[in-house]
């Protein structure tokens, strides 16, 4: 049971290498204004945005949100998660709903296609919201040896490696879930969490991480033109308060609310 069902619902489908998209639109009489919600790292989907969808919409917009490959109603391709995937995919989504432009709102992972989208096609992009982006800069495939190493223990963020994934991926979920929510009584938030989490594989997440290095996010963050709001939260446990605030830097004229 929903808050607001959507009013339409489809797929788009990548013309790069035929993944299909599932998305959903809330289409109030007389919208004016559009806000897509991007989907974030394939661990969880579209549902993530269930509290923003039925707000915006009941303030009169339009909303479009769209499960990320890998996860929800979308296919699950064995490789094919790179920023530049993703960034096709949501054009394949726009092309599909025939919007030409359209407010952009990321989180975490979802911060890197959000960006390249921006400076990559301005003209579609009218305003854009990274909220916690996971937008590392200068990442190398170097970086991720720590990911492939065996961990000394399951302990904390050593059960984010790819051979615990594989020996108790259920267990890191519960972990992140529980990391990411550290507020009090974020039992729902938390449950939520580990349900979309547990809707893809621990295959599925080991191809995202392996495949996310973007060399040249810094160039796209300095191209964004639009109005641009970067929103991080000081006890971010999972992103550092200091990678919102180089994201922010990086984009000229930016605003940030931490």
């Known amino acids: 049971m929903r808050a607001l069902e959507p009013d339409s619902h489809g797929f788009a489908v990548n013309p790069l290498d035929g993944v299909r998209i599932a998305w959903e639109a809330w289409d109030p009489p007389d919208a004016e204004r559009l806000v897509v919600f991007l989907p974030t790292w394939s661990l969880v989907h579209s549902r993530i ?108 963020f050593h059960k984010y490696t790819e051979l615990h994934w594989r020996e108790d991926y259920p267990d890191f979920v519960n972990w992140f879930f529980a990391t990411i929510c550290n507020e009090p009584h974020s039992t729902k938030q938390i449950e939520d969490g580990v349900g979309w989490g547990l809707e893809t594989t621990a295959e599925v997440l080991i191809a995202t991480t392996n495949e996310r290095v973007t060399p040249h996010l810094a160039e796209l963050a300095a191209a964004v033109r639009c109005p641009a709001l970067v929103l991080h939260g000081d006890r971010d446990e999972i992103i550092s308060l200091d990678v919102g605030r180089a994201v922010h830097q990086s984009i000229a004229g930016s605003r940030m609310v931490v």
Not at 71 to 77: I, M, Q, T
Not at 83 to 91: A, G, P, V
């Open 49 to 156: 945005w269930k509290f923003q969808v039925p707000y915006f919409a009941y303030q009169g917009m339009r909303v479009v949100t769209f499960d990320g490959r890998g996860n929800g109603r979308s296919d699950r391709p064995a490789s094919g998660y790179t920023t530049d995937h993703f960034t096709q995919d949501t054009l394949a989504v726009l092309d599909a709903l025939n919007i030409q432009q359209a407010a952009v709102v990321a989180h975490s992972a979802g911060g890197r296609w959000a960006i390249q989208l921006a400076a990559e096609h301005p003209e579609r992009v009218t305003h854009l919201a990274l909220i916690a982006p996971a937008v590392r800069f200068h990442e190398t495939p170097e970086s991720l040896a720590g990911f492939h190493s065996t961990p000394p223990d399951r302990e904390g």
